[in-house]
Every structure is written in structure tokens, then in C-alpha cells.
């Protein structure tokens, strides 16, 4: 079992940064790849960026690489997600999720999520 609570969201406007935490508990961390994925109003869940549990494998969607970037402390049971150059249509709220071992840019193929956190971009 793996529960996880997102931190960090908020309201900012369009150009400027935040940093999204996400603190698991349970065993065994570095067994977990980490992923974020988001929602807004209206649309589907969509894959932002993934890490593998040693944290020497991301990947990204297109729409958020070179601004946005993944990380993970293993020490202290977190991932992260830096976001630069923060656009309106980056409003949604933000998930992460684990997955055993392999990490997937398919959100059915995660089995734990947190609850969210919401990210607002000002225009």
C-alpha cells in the first residue's frame, strides 16, 4: 500500500514558477516509478512527466518539455515536479501517481494516486 499527498499548488501568473511536491508513504520507494499527470475542467486526464525510481529515467509530454522537470528524493520518500514558464492552459489540477518498477505515460496503468493539487495560471 502506497498513499500519496500532493503540496505546492496554487494561483500564479503566466510566466512564473511552482513547485509541486508529492510525499509517499510506505515501503520501499525506489520500487515506485513516480508520474504526474493533470486534469482541467472538462478535458481528460493527461501524462506531464514521469521518473523511474532510481530517478535516472524521465520523460516528458511534449506539451511541458523544457519548462517543466521531474525529480525524486528517495531519502525522504519524494518526487517533484519544477514548472518554469507557467502557461494558462497549465491550469488543471495536478495528480501524481506510482507504479511498480516500469514507469507509463498511461494513467490506467498506475496503481496509487493522490488527491490532488490545484494549479492556477492568470493570463
Known amino acids: 500500500q502506497v498513499q500519496l499527498v500532493e503540496s505546492g499548488g496554487g494561483l500564479v501568473q503566466a510566466g512564473g514558477s511552482l513547485r509541486l511536491s508529492c510525499a509517499a508513504s510506505?515501503?520501499?520507494?525506489?520500487?515506485?516509478?513516480m508520474g504526474w499527470f493533470r486534469q482541467a475542467p472538462g478535458k481528460e486526464r493527461e501524462f506531464v512527466a514521469v521518473?523511474?525510481?532510481?530517478?535516472?529515467?524521465?520523460t516528458y509530454a511534449d506539451s511541458v518539455q523544457g519548462r517543466f522537470t521531474i525529480s525524486r528524493d528517495n531519502a525522504k520518500n519524494t518526487v517533484y515536479l519544477r514548472m518554469n514558464s507557467l502557461k494558462p492552459e497549465d491550469t488543471a489540477v495536478y495528480y501524481c501517481?506510482?507504479?511498480?518498477?516500469?514507469?507509463?505515460?498511461?494513467?490506467?496503468?498506475?496503481?496509487?494516486w493522490g488527491q490532488g493539487t490545484q494549479v492556477t495560471v492568470s493570463s
Open positions: 501517481a506510482a507504479r511498480l518498477w516500469l514507469g507509463s505515460t498511461r494513467s490506467h496503468e498506475y496503481a496509487y
Open positions: 510506505g515501503r520501499s520507494f525506489s520500487s515506485w516509478a
Open positions: 521518473i523511474g525510481g532510481s530517478g535516472g529515467s524521465t
